[in-house]
């Protein structure tokens, strides 16, 4: 019998260190001039800004407490089933997978759309994009401002969050406990866990095929979590005949 009320271990440590993670950020940042949040989020490679260890550091950092709030509340509440079934060093192995998994899957979208974008961006604007020269690259006039604008937000953006992990939290509970229950307050009937999985890919897929450059959500990095989630999975059924453990 499963017992979802009990805080597990290996969740209540990853909760604890994501918390950290974001009041360090805000102490250091409202009390120096240190830059947490731009040193520790992922950057694309060609960034100035861009560091190996960010693939790791990326999935601790959080843009708020809404932010911080929601990815560790779906934490708790898809995982904690998990690491009941699975055990402490699984749950750990298969959360810092499919988190850095979700930002390499999202750097492969962005490498589609930098070279997408400046395929027809002459040398001489692509060297203003990677030193960020906003004010020599309002002047051109005779090259595509929104493509500019793409590789622009590419070079010079970054990603944090724990989101990739928690959305490869969600698939995996859709496949482990597919005909669970999943009840929400303003919704009259519960949905099945399986069907909320279908649902939550495919608005992910619908709103980063949109490309909204005002939305700053990496809606690739959700579905990737997702994607290597599933490869993981796959890869344990065939190897242990099931995923129940």
Known sequence: ??????????????IILNGLFYLGTVVIE???????????????????DFQPFQFVTSIFMHGGLTHLFFNMFALYMFGSALEQ?????????YYLLTGIGASFFNL???????????????????????????DALSLITNESMADISKAFG???G?????????????????MVLPNQPIYFIFFPAPIKAKYLVIGYGLLELSRGLQYNPADNIAHFAHLGGMVIG??????????NGTLMR
Do not use: C
Not at 1 to 14: A, E, G, H, Q, W
Not at 116 to 121: G, I, M, W, Y
Not at 122 to 132: A, P
Not at 230 to 239: A, C, D, E, S, V
């Open 30 to 48: 409202s009390t120096t001039n240190f830059p947490v949040t731009n040193y520790l989020a992922l950057h694309y490679p060609l960034s100035p």
């Open 154 to 156: 590419v070079i010079h």
């Open 85 to 93: 079934i699975w055990g402490g060093p699984r749950f750990l192995l």
């Open 108 to 134: 492969g979208v962005e490498y589609w759309q930098y070279t997408s974008a400046t395929a027809e961006l002459s040398n001489s604007t692509i060297e203003l994009i990677l030193r960020g020269d906003i």
């Open 158 to 174: 970054s990603t944090i969050g724990a989101s990739g992990a928690v959305f490869g939290i969600l698939l995996a509970f859709g």
């Open 1 to 14: 019998m499963l017992r979802f009320n009990l805080l597990p271990d290996v969740i209540k440590n990853l």
């Open 230 to 239: 599933f490869l993981i999975l796959q890869y344990w059924k065939k190897k």
